[in-house]
C-alpha cells in the first residue's frame, strides 16, 4: 500500500500545479490563489494533490497506476494550454504548443507501458525451497526518514518563526521532494544512485545547518547520512518481473 501511495503522489504533482494554474489562468486577478499572504493557493495545490494522489493509489494493479497517472499529466497540461490561448495570454500559443509536446510524450510513455514477460528457461530447475523473504530494513528506514523529514520541513514553511525558518522549511520540502524522493524511488534498481542523492540531500541540509544554526536541519542532515550509508550496502533487489514496466 505504500508504493502504491507514493506513485500517485508521483504521478498526481503536475495536475495539481496544472489544476492551480488553469484557475489562474481562467480567473485571473477576481481569484487571488497565488497572493504572498492572503493567497490559498498552496493549501488548494495540496488538498489537490492529495485527493489525485488517492484516486491513483487506490488503483491496484502497478501499470494501470503508472497509465492512469501519465494520462492525467498529458490531461491537464493539455487543458492548462487550451485555457492560456482561450484567455490570450501572453505567448499563449507557443506555450501550448510546448505544452501539447509534452502532453504526447506522455501519452506515448503510458502506450509503451506493459507487463515484462518472464522467460522461461529450457533446462530443467530443481525446485527452489521456499524461504522467508528477508525485510528491507535500509529502504524502510530511509522512506520513514524521508516522511519525517518532509513533514518537518511543511511545518517549518508554515508555521516557523520568522522569514529565515520559513525559507529552510521551503528549501527543505524541495530537497527532500526533488532530490531525496526519486533516489529512493529508484533505490530498489539503483541502490548506488539512491546513496549519491541521499549523500547530496545530507550535504544540502547540513549546510543549511551550519549556515542557520537549524536544530532540524542538523538532526535531518544526520539521519538522512546515515540513510544513505545504508543504501550505499543495500543489494540490489529481485523483483517479480511481470509487476516491472518496461
Known sequence: MFERIMTGLHAALIPAFAALAIVAVMFGRGFELLAARNGMGA????????????VVALLSDSIVRWKVGLGMMAASLIVTGVAGVMQGAPLGIEMAGALSVLAAL???????????S???SS???APAATLPKAVDWSRRLSWWVLSICMIEAFRLSHLGVGDQQKAIGCIGMLIAFFVMLP???VSIWFPRIASGCWLLSAGLLAL???KSVNLSSAAGAVSVLLCAILLGFATRRDTDNSELPQ
Open 123 to 125: 533446462r530443467p530447475q
Open 208 to 210: 543549511i545547518a551550519w
Open 106 to 116: 506522455l501519452v506515448f510513455s503510458a502506450n509503451r507501458l506493459q507487463a515484462r
Open 43 to 54: 493549501w488548494w495545490v495540496l488538498a489537490v494533490w492529495l485527493l489525485l494522489s488517492v
Open 183 to 185: 533516489g529512493l524511488s
Open 118 to 120: 518472464l522467460k522461461k
